[in-house]
């Protein structure tokens, strides 16, 4: 897992190498083994931090960088989970491939000597986003997975290219970006902190899920982008022959099927941990790491006296025969935290759920583990959301899930302009409505297509984004055996009966993902199985930090009437974003010093539980 920074000259001024060097050692928490870069002509810098999980790369040395012919460099971000099965597809004679010490990263930038972007994509299971440099065609080529677990963002003007994985060393380089208003505004038209392509800074743009772009550097100029979608892992075939079979044997197929995965993620030779909330997705990752491995420990987060699940888990400790570290998180500790963790976003938190993500991913780093298990994905890609159990009829221009439909603000504007948001909205819909048009029955056509919709376009931009900026912000990587390509494929392939069960007599904790409760039951009890929480931890607590509503930055900013707030009438999503912004305005631009806050304040308030 590693940072990846490229800033491209497009005018005579020089590279300031300082400068470049510097804003990539903004992401040594991303990669703290190592850090190396290389500079093309005066023209391009491409550099790399490194956390090594695969392999065995010299401190220093960036030589697994570097194609066989030298022509081709690369700055990689992920982990390729059959990089071995492809070392074995296309180089059975080669030593170095199919050894120990062979990285992800020296197979990848290999198979560039043989195939295009589109090619090797098509092959890749697993987590990533790069940048190639191509020596000999003089082209920078950018890419990122399908599923969107990890992130470019680009930034452009009339004499700089920057590329990176975080905003911030973007910030630290090109530091007249300005806050994109709007985007702030728009916000308050979703559920949580959703962006498309924008973000929440003018000039700075996201690669898209699933796109490769290409730049020529001779001519300085992009090339028509490639885009491969989730929608090209739909099989009609396959889904035909699925809603031929019983529950029992779908069911059966995903066993295996996780078990197999967690086993192909299970990392060699580094220390790891998982998360075990008292969820059923996390719970189930668990037991198959339990079964087949050996995780240093199990980890979840309780917000004192908010959370319902995660508050007593003696149940879960009976059954794995493990202890669980407990996170016993306060009020204090939660708003101390919300700061260093938006600076390492660069944006507002994407959701509440950022915070426990980072406190949890502290503890892991500080007992050494380098990777961490969780159970992200489970619930777009399987039915886990209760707003997909109900019929919502085929005739919408957005999606129906409440978690990509465009909403109203109940918070009032002196300005507001969202039109752009609703294309984008109405654009994913549109999308997802298509990709089941094989799909005969228009109600089961639109359930599917929610669910599709929240994981193509809600889980990438705000459950794994925050995922993998909230775990590397401590030098510890997620890994989401949900989103794996096998999973993913089986998932979008299912019937809706595999998902969701509408039946009236049905117990009503088992109407949502029919298959992974069904799988929970047996490794685990039907009696663990509880009612959704949501919104967990202290957003709104964290407004007390704050101050009197007329002193908000964000009510001049964005023409927020500062009574509006203190009147009681906002509910308690709006309180949260509004809380999320003023914390966010209130701390540019980046002072990456803040960090020291949370891991002394860390230190002393949050309680371990067993």
């Avoid at 507001?416 to 409505?433: G, Y």
């Avoid at 409760?517 to 931890?537: H, M, T, V």
Wanted: aromatic share 10%; glycine share 8%.
């Amino acid at each position: 897992m590693c940072g990846i920074l490229v800033v491209v000259r497009k005018r005579r001024a020089a590279l300031d190498l300082p400068g470049c060097r510097l804003a990539l050692s903004g992401m040594f928490k991303r990669g703290p083994d190592s850090s190396v870069d290389y500079v093309w002509n005066d023209r391009v810098f491409i550099g790399q931090t490194i956390l090594s999980l695969t392999g065995n790369i010299p401190a220093g040395g960036k030589e697994h960088l570097f194609s066989r012919s030298g022509q081709l460099v690369i700055s990689f971000n992920g982990e390729i989970y059959n990089y071995r099965e492809l070392a074995r597809r296309w180089f059975p004679a080669d030593e170095l491939f199919n050894s120990d010490g062979c990285t992800d990263t020296e197979l990848l930038v290999n198979l560039f000597e043989q195939f295009g972007p589109r090619e090797i994509n098509c092959q890749l299971d697993g987590m990533y986003a790069y940048a190639l440099l191509d020596l000999r065609s003089r082209r920078l080529v950018l890419s990122r997975d399908m599923q969107g677990e990890k992130s470019l963002y680009i930034y452009e003007d009339m004499d700089w290219i920057v590329v990176s994985s975080e905003i911030g060393p973007i910030l630290s380089l090109r530091n007249n970006a300005t806050l994109d208003d709007q985007i702030l505004r728009d916000y308050f038209h979703t559920r949580h902190f959703m962006q498309f392509e924008r973000t929440a800074y003018k000039g700075i743009r996201q690669l898209q899920p699933g796109c490769t772009e290409t730049l020529d550097l001779e001519r300085g100029i992009w090339l028509e982008p490639e885009k491969q979608s989730l929608g090209d892992w739909i099989d009609s075939g396959l889904m035909q022959k699925n809603s031929t079979r019983s529950i029992d044997d779908l069911t059966d197929e995903l066993d295996a099927l996780l078990e197999s995965c967690v086993v192909e993620m299970i990392p060699q030779g580094r220390r790891y941990a998982s998360v075990l909330s008292g969820g059923i997705d996390s719970s189930l990752i668990s037991h198959y790491l339990l079964k087949r491995g050996a995780p240093e420990f199990l980890v979840a987060v309780d917000h004192v006296g908010k959370d319902r699940i995660s508050n007593d888990l003696r149940g879960f400790k009976e059954i794995v025969r493990r202890d669980i570290h407990v996170l016993r998180v306060n009020q204090a500790v939660y708003s101390a935290a919300i700061v260093p963790c938006q600076q390492t976003c660069g944006h507002p938190l994407f959701s509440h759920s950022c915070v426990p993500q980072s406190l949890q991913s502290a503890h892991v780093h500080s007992l050494n583990c380098r990777v961490l298990f969780g159970g992200d994905g489970g619930d777009e890609i399987l039915g886990g959301y209760d707003c997909y159990v109900e019929p919502v009829g085929a005739e919408h221009r957005f999606s129906p899930s409440p978690y990509t439909a465009y909403q109203e603000s109940e918070v009032r504007f002196e300005e507001d302009n969202p039109e752009q948001l609703r294309e984008e909205l109405a654009q994913a819909w549109s999308d997802a409505w298509r990709v089941y048009r094989h799909v005969e029955d228009a109600e089961e056509r639109a359930s599917l297509a929610m669910m599709f919709c929240d994981a193509a376009y809600q889980l990438p931009s705000v459950i794994l984004r925050g995922g993998d900026l909230m775990t590397l912000m401590w030098g510890v990587e997620l890994r989401s055996v949900f989103v794996r390509r096998p999973v993913m494929r089986f998932a979008f392939n299912l019937p809706l009966r595999a998902k969701v069960d509408r039946n009236p007599g049905v117990d009503p904790m088992l109407r949502t993902k029919v298959l992974l409760k069904r799988l929970f039951c047996r490794y685990f009890s039907k009696e663990l199985i509880q009612k959704k929480q949501g919104f967990a931890g202290f957003p709104n607590e964290s407004a007390l930090y704050l101050g009197s509503p007329e002193q908000y930055l964000l009510c001049e900013r964005l023409g927020v009437a500062p009574k509006f707030i203190a009147s009681g009438e906002p509910s308690n999503a709006a309180l949260w974003k509004l809380t999320n912004i003023e914390y966010f305005l209130r701390n540019q631009p980046v002072e990456s010093c803040l960090k020291c806050d949370i891991i002394a304040h860390s230190k002393t308030s949050i309680v371990l539980g067993s």
